[in-house]
């Protein structure tokens, strides 16, 4: 069964991929299992910016109470990957934007493995279109 659901992408369909600055992904992790779990949230971090061929600078996180969700970011040379988690309600929202030639798109299998949702939702968005 396929998870990943493209919502669709949020840019001008005439424009070629090449003009754009970076690709920008917005995830809805929808059922999602161990967002609660800040040593598996960093190493999901880590495994996306290696999917995605990017180079990680930092990762910060906090973590709302024991039990609680978890809001944080990794840094990277070519963006970011970002995330907010409420547990409680089996939800995780992912942001992850990228240039050069990191692809946020090779993070997906990463984040459906690690986080085992119901349904994953992405949205596309090219930045910086001339």
């Given amino acids: 069964m396929e998870k990943i659901e493209f ?45 995605a061929s990017a180079t990680l600078i930092d990762i910060r996180l ?4 024991p039990g609680g969700g978890i809001t944080g970011i990794a840094v990277l040379a070519e963006s970011h990957i970002s995330i907010h988690s ?3 309600h089996l939800f995780a929202a992912i942001d992850l934007f990228m240039c050069g030639n990191a692809d946020p798109r090779r993070a997906l299998p990463v984040l459906n493995g690690s986080f085992r949702p119901d349904k994953m939702i992405t949205r596309e968005c090219r930045r910086g279109l001339d």
């Fill in 7 to 51: 919502a669709g992408s949020i840019e001008r369909s005439d424009a070629p991929a090449r003009m754009a600055k970076g690709t920008h992904l917005l995830v809805d992790l929808i059922g999602a299992h161990g967002t609660g779990d800040i040593d598996l949230v960093r190493q999901a971090l880590i495994d996306c910016t290696e999917a």
């Fill in 86 to 88: 409420w547990p409680e």
């Fill in 62 to 65: 906090h973590h709302f109470e």
